[in-house]
T-cell receptor, first 113, second 115 residues
Framework: QKEVEQNSGPLSVPEGAIASLNCTYSDRGSQSFFWYRQYSGKSPELIMS????GDKEDGRFTAQLNKASQYVSLLIRDSQPSDSATYLCAVGPSGGSNYKLTFGKGTLLTVNP | NAGVTQTPKFQVLKTGQSMTLQCAQDMNHNSMYWYRQDPGMGLRLIYYSASEGTTDKGEVPNGYNVSRLNKREFSLRLESAAPSQTSVYFCASSGRRGGSTDTQYFGPGTRLTVL
């Protein structure tokens, strides 16, 4: 069974610091990786997707992927109180036409003013 | 574009009652999904529809049925609700608009309580 593991947190960082969120996955053949942000009482919203080894930057967010280590991370620079949310890691299938994602249980991030 | 819409937003049922949760997307996506989210359990896939006319079971299908009415709409039915089905239900869709075929976009959710 495919698994996606995240530290549940809470991860607490001061405003302006770098928040580092980590995720490991079990299916070595996975091809696509996603980070979603979910505010309390709201639905998940896509922050980043990454498909190739290395870093992908979008504003204050950087996703890092290492397929050999089966590890994906999200860095949030200059963290703001508005970044306080649960961050969900999701991993796509290893092939075929099956588009199911496997989600981790999420890491709760708190940014303290 | 509204994206993914869900109705109702909130619902309270008594044990044994039935109801249908509605989901629609206007992004011309082929694939649609139903998840439930419970504290400490994360998002769990109930059913999905890879394309119009097909449906498949996910991780937790027992007690649910689905209908892919057309390309836009995917409904989830609880035939005889149980307290264990108290949860937040999210519908999602994926397709080629704005990204890869497997990027999923979520609706606002339905908060269901079964007494």
């Amino acid at each position: 069974q495919k698994e996606v593991e995240q530290n549940s947190g809470p991860l607490s960082v001061p405003e302006g610091a770098i928040a580092s969120l980590n995720c490991t996955y079990s299916d070595r053949g996975s091809q696509s990786f996603f980070w979603y942000r979910q505010y309390s009482g709201k639905s998940p919203e896509l922050i980043m997707s990454i498909y190739s080894n290395g870093d992908k930057e979008d504003g204050r967010f950087t996703a890092q992927l290492n397929k050999a280590s089966q590890y994906v991370s999200l860095l949030i620079r200059d963290s703001q109180p508005s970044d306080s949310a649960t961050y969900l890691c999701a991993v796509g299938p290893s092939g075929g036409s099956n588009y199911k994602l496997t989600f981790g249980k999420g890491t709760l991030l708190t940014v303290n003013p | 574009n509204a994206g993914v819409t869900q109705t109702p937003k909130f619902q309270v049922l008594k044990t044994g009652q039935s109801m249908t949760l509605q989901c629609a997307q206007d992004m011309n996506h082929n694939s649609m999904y139903w998840y439930r989210q419970d504290p400490g359990m994360g998002l769990r896939l109930i059913y999905y529809s890879a394309s119009e006319g097909t449906t498949d079971k996910g991780e937790v299908p027992n007690g649910y049925n689905v209908s892919r009415l057309n390309k836009r709409e995917f409904s989830l039915r609880l035939e005889s609700a149980a307290p264990s089905q108290t949860s937040v239900y999210f519908c999602a869709s994926s397709g080629r608009r704005g990204g890869s075929t497997d990027t999923q976009y979520f609706g606002p959710g339905t908060r269901l309580t079964v007494l």
